[in-house]
C-alpha cells in the first residue's frame, strides 16, 4: 500500500497496475459520492448503475488520457476527483436525455401491424410521425419513456423534475390525441 498519495500518482503516471487498482480503491468511493450528490442537487432521477457508469467512465478516461499527469496540485487530487465525478454526471445525465430526444426511437415502426396490408400499415405510420411531430420535445421524451421505456408516472416526474400531474396529463391528452388521428385515419 502506498501511504504517499505523490508517490501513488507518480506510480499511476507510469502505468504501474499495482499503484492504478489501489488509486481506484482508495478514490472511487469519492468520484461516487460526488457524481451522486451532483445529480441529486440538480433533481435528476438516476439509477444505482447510472452512478456506477459514470464512476468507471471516470477511472477509464484518467486511465486512458493519462490526465493525472496534468494535475500540478497532487496534494489536491481529492478536490480534483471530485470536481471530475461531478462534471462527468452532469454530463452524463445531459446526454442521456439527449439519447431519449431521439425522435427516430419515438414509436418503433417495426411493431406496428395491420391487418389490411403493408401498404395500409405505411400509411398509418406516416399519420402516427405526422401527429408526433407537433409534440413538443419535452412532451417525445415524456411519451418515449411511457410507451417505449415503460416508466411509470412517477418515474418520469422524477427523471424530468416535474410534478407527477404534470407528466399524467401529458400523457393522457397526448395519447388522447394519437387516438383520435388513428380513429379518424382508420374511419
Same mark, same amino acid.
Given at each position: 500500500?502506498?501511504?504517499?498519495?505523490?508517490?501513488?500518482? %507518480? #506510480?499511476?503516471?507510469?502505468? @504501474? *497496475?499495482?499503484?492504478?487498482? =489501489?488509486? /481506484?480503491?482508495?478514490?472511487? !468511493?469519492?468520484? +461516487?459520492?460526488?457524481?451522486?450528490?451532483?445529480?441529486?442537487?440538480?433533481?435528476?432521477?438516476?439509477?444505482?448503475?447510472?452512478?456506477?457508469?459514470?464512476?468507471?467512465?471516470?477511472?477509464?478516461?484518467?486511465?486512458?488520457?493519462?490526465?493525472?499527469?496534468?494535475?500540478?496540485?497532487?496534494?489536491?487530487?481529492?478536490?480534483?476527483?471530485?470536481?471530475?465525478?461531478?462534471?462527468?454526471?452532469?454530463?452524463?445525465?445531459?446526454?442521456?436525455? %439527449? #439519447?431519449?430526444?431521439?425522435? @427516430? *426511437?419515438?414509436?418503433?415502426? =417495426?411493431? /406496428?401491424?395491420?391487418?389490411? !396490408?403493408?401498404? +395500409?400499415?405505411?400509411?398509418?405510420?406516416?399519420?402516427?410521425?405526422?401527429?408526433?411531430?407537433?409534440?413538443?420535445?419535452?412532451?417525445?421524451?415524456?411519451?418515449?419513456?411511457?410507451?417505449?421505456?415503460?416508466?411509470?408516472?412517477?418515474?418520469?416526474?422524477?427523471?424530468?423534475?416535474?410534478?407527477?400531474?404534470?407528466?399524467?396529463?401529458?400523457?393522457?391528452?397526448?395519447?388522447?390525441?394519437?387516438?383520435?388521428?388513428?380513429?379518424?385515419?382508420?374511419?
Amino acid at each position: 500500500m502506498f501511504d504517499d498519495i505523490h508517490d501513488l500518482i %507518480e #506510480r499511476c503516471i507510469k502505468r @504501474e *497496475e499495482r499503484a492504478w487498482s =489501489e488509486f /481506484i480503491d482508495r478514490f472511487s !468511493g469519492l468520484v +461516487y459520492y460526488s457524481a451522486r450528490e451532483r445529480l441529486r442537487r440538480n433533481g435528476f432521477s438516476f439509477g444505482e448503475q447510472d452512478i456506477q457508469d459514470i464512476v468507471q467512465n471516470v477511472f477509464i478516461d484518467i486511465w486512458e488520457k493519462s490526465s493525472l499527469s496534468e494535475v500540478r496540485e497532487r496534494h489536491k487530487i481529492k478536490a480534483w476527483l471530485s470536481i471530475v465525478g461531478q462534471t462527468r454526471a452532469l454530463n452524463f445525465m445531459r446526454k442521456k436525455r %439527449e #439519447r431519449l430526444l431521439g425522435e @427516430e *426511437e419515438l414509436f418503433k415502426v =417495426e411493431n /406496428i401491424v395491420s391487418d389490411k !396490408g403493408e401498404e +395500409y400499415r405505411i400509411e398509418l405510420v406516416e399519420e402516427l410521425e405526422k401527429a408526433i411531430e407537433n409534440f413538443s420535445p419535452r412532451e417525445k421524451i415524456i411519451l418515449k419513456l411511457n410507451i417505449i421505456h415503460g416508466k411509470t408516472h412517477k418515474e418520469i416526474a422524477g427523471f424530468m423534475n416535474m410534478s407527477i400531474n404534470t407528466v399524467s396529463t401529458i400523457i393522457a391528452r397526448r395519447k388522447e390525441l394519437l387516438r383520435k388521428t388513428l380513429n379518424n385515419f382508420t374511419n
